[in-house]
């Protein structure tokens, strides 16, 4: 490993304002990445992170081709990731405890940031955080067009804590049900109560729509009981209750990616796409939640496409 030449400050800034995950981010920002962050190379062949190592580096690639994964031999497929893509990005936010192996697979120049500084500089400008969210909301949604039928169902209500659900749910039973959903799990009180706390539940008949594909975004749903299934554009999903529906769209800017139908009658709790950016904004550890299971979305369905296709490419991991 050696240092190539990246070595001032205005260079890393000029790369990085070239990276189109990083344009629309203000100057000043970029100059508080370029100082915290590194120029290294990493010959071919060369590997940059053992398998199982904790992430403590995110690596921003301007020249090369890196693999994420994979035996080394070719043998069980990986991840190729081309200049520009970020690499370490979303093995950090799922938390991975057991992330796989780096490997430069042509002579590879990158800009390195210490994970935790990355995540300081997060903490202290929202702009990167929500560029960041959006991108790995957006890459959970892909891993679902790819997976198809294959896609896992929605995480619900474990059994033993699925009580039926009364005909009427004041505020307090309203927020007891969300805490035991997979997506809100270690929530506060006192942001349930901000997200939940001037909705009433809505009903959906057998066969109605929450919305359907092409809709605006403009919410996302917690289905307290019943079930829905997926309109079948990109392969049949169900979300039991429990589950969260439209949670990696709530901040896109482009339309639904998919429809959902009610499989019976369905109670659902709304939450507000302003209310819950507001949220992301000033609490940064529910930011931080999100961040994580969206990475996690995206690296479970990435584990199954390897078992299935021995490996593909993309730009982010």
């Excluded at 998919?258 to 940064?284: K, P």
Aim: hydrophobic fraction near 40%; proline fraction near 6%; glycine fraction near 10%.
């Amino acid at each position: 490993m050696r240092r190539l030449p990246l070595v001032s400050p205005l260079d890393r800034i000029l790369f990085l304002k070239a990276q189109h995950y990083l344009e629309d981010q203000p100057p000043g920002l970029l100059t508080v990445l370029a100082a915290h962050s590194e120029d290294r190379f990493y010959p071919a062949g060369s590997l940059i992170r053992e398998a199982d190592r904790p992430v403590d580096r995110i690596l921003f690639l301007a020249r090369g081709r890196v693999r994420v994964g994979g035996d080394g031999n070719g043998e069980i497929g990986g991840m190729d990731i081309d200049a520009p893509g970020i690499i370490g990005l979303a093995h950090h936010f799922a938390g991975a405890e057991k992330p796989p192996a780096v490997r430069a697979l042509t002579d590879t120049l990158c800009l390195e940031l210490v994970a935790s500084d990355l995540d300081q500089i997060l903490e202290d400008h929202f702009t990167l955080l929500l560029e960041f969210a959006q991108r790995g909301a957006s890459e959970a949604l892909g891993s679902h067009r790819r997976l198809g039928d294959l896609r896992p169902p929605e995480a619900g209500f474990e059994r033993e804590s699925h009580p039926a659900t009364p005909v009427q749910l004041d505020l307090v039973e309203r927020l007891a049900r969300a805490r035991l959903a997979p997506f809100l799990r270690g929530t506060n009180l006192t942001l349930l109560g901000q997200l939940f706390r001037a909705e009433s539940p809505r009903i959906f008949e057998t066969g109605e729509a929450i919305w359907n594909t092409g809709d605006e975004v403009d919410s996302m749903a917690l289905v307290l009981d019943g079930s829905f299934q997926t309109a079948g554009e990109f392969g049949l999903a169900i979300a039991p209750s429990g589950a969260t529906l439209g949670a990696w769209e709530i901040l896109s800017h482009s339309p639904r990616f998919e429809g959902w139908v009610a499989n019976t009658q369905s109670r659902v709790l709304v939450i507000r796409r302003d209310l819950f950016t507001d949220l992301l904004e000033d609490h940064f550890d529910f930011a931080q939640a999100y961040l994580r299971r969206s990475s996690q979305k995206t690296l479970e369905a990435w584990n199954l496409e390897m078992r299935g296709l021995g490996g593909y490419e993309t730009s982010t991991p």
